[in-house]
């Protein structure tokens, strides 16, 4: 509330704490610039068939922020699924041979091993790289809403991807990733780390 500029929130979790603010000090949806967010998806979820683990957390929360009139943008499963850390990314990232970049080379081979997947993907980073570059990905407007009622759906993100309910979209939705662009961008902010 004391910032004298429009914020950008990055939520990369559950949407609790934006949710009660929201509700609490309804003037705080003045201030927000936009909201890009990690969570969702407009395909299949990761935790039920229907539901993402960021939003099924906190379903009711959610709901208060992709009804609050703030912009929105998603970056949900069906685009981070497709920032896959392959070997030769990982390889690339290893040249540079920082702190960042050994922190990230132990992470992607911890997860490697661990999910058992030759290339896990890295969801979190796609909400800055957006801001940085939007150009690395494609996003695209649609209608969407929290199913807060079925016991089967709850907590999914339906979001309207042909328009058919005829709704002013609420959400710029991730659909594509410019792969190689994403990760040049990735690289190059961990390179930054030498002049540390």
């Not at 935790?47 to 709901?63: G, M, Q, S, V």
């Not at 685009?79 to 920082?98: G, P, S, Y």
């Not at 690395?136 to 199913?147: A, L, Q, S």
Request: glycine letters at 6%; proline letters at 6%; hydrophobic letters at 40%.
């Amino acid at each position: 509330m004391n910032s004298d500029e429009k914020i950008t929130l990055v939520p990369i979790g559950p949407l609790t704490n934006i949710g009660m603010a929201m509700r609490f000090e309804p003037k705080i949806i003045e201030k927000i610039n936009r909201i890009v967010l990690m969570g969702g998806s407009y395909q299949l979820g990761n935790t039920t068939p229907a539901a993402e683990f960021n939003i099924l957390a906190d379903p009711e929360a959610a709901h208060i922020v992709f009804t609050s009139g703030v912009k929105l943008v998603m970056m949900g499963l069906d685009l981070t699924r497709q920032t896959l850390a392959t070997k030769e990314v990982v390889d690339n990232i290893r040249t540079l041979n920082n702190k960042a970049s050994r922190v990230f080379v132990e992470s992607m081979e911890f997860f490697t091993s661990a999910q058992k997947k030759n290339a896990p993907p890295v969801h979190d980073p796609t909400t800055i790289a957006y801001i940085i570059d939007p150009e690395c990905i494609e996003v695209k407007p649609m209608f969407c809403e929290i199913e807060l009622w079925s016991e089967k759906s709850y907590g999914r993100t339906i979001c309207d991807y042909f328009g058919i309910l005829k709704k002013e979209p609420n959400v710029d939705v991730g659909v594509r990733l410019d792969f190689d662009r994403f990760w040049n961008l990735v690289y190059e902010n961990f390179k930054l780390y030498d002049n540390l």
